[in-house]
């Protein structure tokens, strides 16, 4: 989703991801299928290439990504570190990133995750309150006040602004969107396909391993 387009809610999101995408084979050039950060952000330490999928749990088209990018994930060779970062553009979808902290802190993600996107993009549950989340979490054997806790606590908090602070630095304008080294991101938008965005991704990648 376009930072201009948050406001239209949760049907409208960047990254036309199309639903059968004809593969190009080219060498992805910078400033078509990926942007480059001059200068480039600070990331992890020698030998070790930082790779971010930024996304937002209202987002159809990161609803649709993020099996593919699961798979692809588990495929990364040893040098590469994967993170997930939720994104919040407008201050109500601040509680999905809370969400993924939340979850992210008891340890949990892994498992509901996916469930997460399917409890609001399968079953129309929105989960835009602490409420709601809270009574989703107890469904998956997690305590409502244990959940609560963690989702009010300082140090979700902190990670919901260290997240919104990374977002800004890559000056990615929609989701769902790759982020490498600290030097490039490439998205949906940018590519017109899920498939090609990880192709570009996995050349970023690339790149970035030659210039350690």
Known sequence: MKRREFTAGLGACLGALLAAPSVRAQVPQPGREYMV??????????????????????????????????RWKRQL??????????????????VHQRLYYALEALSRVDDLHRKVF??????RRPLNTEAEQAAFAA?????REQYVEAYRSDDVETRA??????????????????????????SGGLTNSPERTLEVADHLIGLARQQQ
């Open 77 to 94: 060779p040893d040098d590469v570190s994967f993170r997930r970062v939720p994104v919040a553009l407008r201050d109500a979808y601040v």
């Open 161 to 186: 602004r260290h997240a919104r602070e990374l977002w800004s630095r890559y000056r990615i304008d929609g989701v769902p969107a790759i982020g490498v080294a600290g030097r490039y991101w490439t």
């Open 37 to 70: 950060l001059n200068p480039p952000l600070r990331t992890l330490g020698a030998g070790r290439i930082d790779v971010v999928e930024f996304f937002w749990y209202g987002c159809p088209h990161c609803n649709r990504f993020e099996p593919l990018v699961d």
């Open 118 to 123: 399917d409890a609001i993009h399968r079953d």
């Open 139 to 143: 469904e998956h054997g997690i305590e």
